[in-house]
């Protein structure tokens, strides 16, 4: 008898922190939840407002137009605050289970804070890992189609083409100039028409393994079209040898239209899944690919990110209240959040500058926030 009741007390010991758990991961989700679309929310009336700023001088534009680009912002502007809503959702729940005891009693009963933040800790990194992964697609999407929405009727220019002034350089693969050959192609006037690339004053040098120049093309205009360049008019020049009029000169490429403005777009009118095998097109066509980069590795440390915030909220808010100074902790895990932001949008900047490697850009300050949230742990923990 008394071995079965022992046995009952040991099942009943594990029970309590798995029950716990849940309990506290259920009002961890509530609180987060509700705050990232309270912020998402917030963020997007501001962002409409500007929408109505920009449309003022523009009578023709249909409030209908200004509220569906609004629209289609929000699954970006979710990604964006995300880490923020963890944050201070988290602070929010924890306050709150701290204020009403139970944490406190939880924690007196012996039951580490370690154990039962372990399901709020799973479940931001769920929510991490839900952005990048579902979410980002349809951002991405969204966020191309406001864009395009933007260009077309807010904006005045020709287009993604244009934000590098007109002109083009593009460098790929070339296999008639051997192994490792490439070729150069330079337009000095690149427009669309009818959804066609145009390319006017075109150069292209193709240079051998060697970095040896083989042949010089020369064109006045040109096309993209059919995985080609198309060049009509064209002069062929060889080294130490006088032009010679080719006519029509095909040069295949792997580039289309929607990729060579995916290339001035921004990267995050891309999603997760489309961005690797897009960065390797880019370098293979000699464009820089360190926008893209950055933003690939921005996506892929998001889950850390969040559960990175999940523990700084922990940090900062599982205080009890007897001890005072609640308001001051808060307060100072809002700072550390937004030093946390700080900082990343420092190191993004360095990273696209190529001061910083994107790797190291976009994951160095979710390393060091995570460092953060686990030095105030363990001080909260073990004293």
């Known amino acids: 008898m008394t071995t079965r ?18 309990y506290i991961a259920r009002q961890f989700m509530l609180s987060v939840i509700a705050m990232i679309m309270a912020l998402s929310g917030l963020v997007s009336l501001f962002d409409f407002i500007d929408l109505l700023r920009r449309v003022a001088t523009r009578p023709n534009v249909p409030t209908s137009l200004v509220s569906k680009i609004a629209l289609f912002h929000i699954p970006y502007f979710i990604i964006m605050i995300l880490p923020f809503g963890v944050l201070l959702g988290g602070i929010i729940c924890f306050w709150r289970l701290t204020r009403s005891s139970e944490l406190i009693v939880a924690r007196a009963s012996g039951i580490s804070a370690w154990q039962f933040l372990a399901a709020p800790l799973a479940c931001a990194l769920m929510i991490g890992a839900f952005a990048t992964a579902g979410l980002s697609p349809l951002s991405s999407a969204m966020y191309r189609r406001a864009e395009l929405l933007d260009e077309t ?25 051997g192994e490792h050959g490439v070729a150069i192609l330079h337009a000095r006037d690149v427009h669309q028409i009818d959804g066609v690339l145009h390319i006017d004053n075109v150069s292209v040098f193709r240079i051998d393994d060697h970095d040896h120049l083989v042949l010089r093309i020369e064109s006045p205009h040109g096309l993209l079209a059919n995985h080609a360049w198309q060049l009509a008019e064209a002069s062929s020049i060889m080294p130490n040898h006088l032009p010679v009029r080719i006519g029509d000169y095909t040069l295949p490429t792997n580039l289309t239209l929607r990729r060579v ?30 926008r893209q980069r950055l933003h690939f590795q921005t996506l892929l440390a998001l889950p850390i990110l969040a559960g990175t915030m999940a523990l ?11 001890r005072g100074g609640v308001a001051r902790m808060i307060g100072s895990g809002v700072a550390a959040g937004f030093a946390l932001f700080t900082v990343s949008k420092v190191a993004a900047q360095f990273g696209e500058s190529g001061a910083l490697p994107p790797v190291l850009a976009a994951w160095a300050p979710t390393g060091a926030g995570l460092c953060l949230a686990v030095a105030l742990l363990l001080h909260l923990e073990d004293g």
């Open 261 to 290: 403005e995916q290339s001035f777009a921004s990267p995050e009118t891309m999603s997760v899944w489309t961005l690797p095998g897009f960065i390797r097109l880019l370098e293979r066509s000699g464009f820089s690919s360190i």
């Open 5 to 22: 009741l022992r046995r009952a007390a040991a099942a009943h010991r594990r029970g309590v922190p798995v029950t716990l758990s849940l």
């Open 312 to 322: 700084v909220s922990a940090g900062f808010s599982m205080r009890p209240t007897r």
């Open 153 to 177: 009727y807010l904006r005045t220019g020709g287009g993604p083409l244009m934000l590098n002034g007109g002109a083009l350089w593009v460098r790929q693969m070339d296999s008639v100039s």
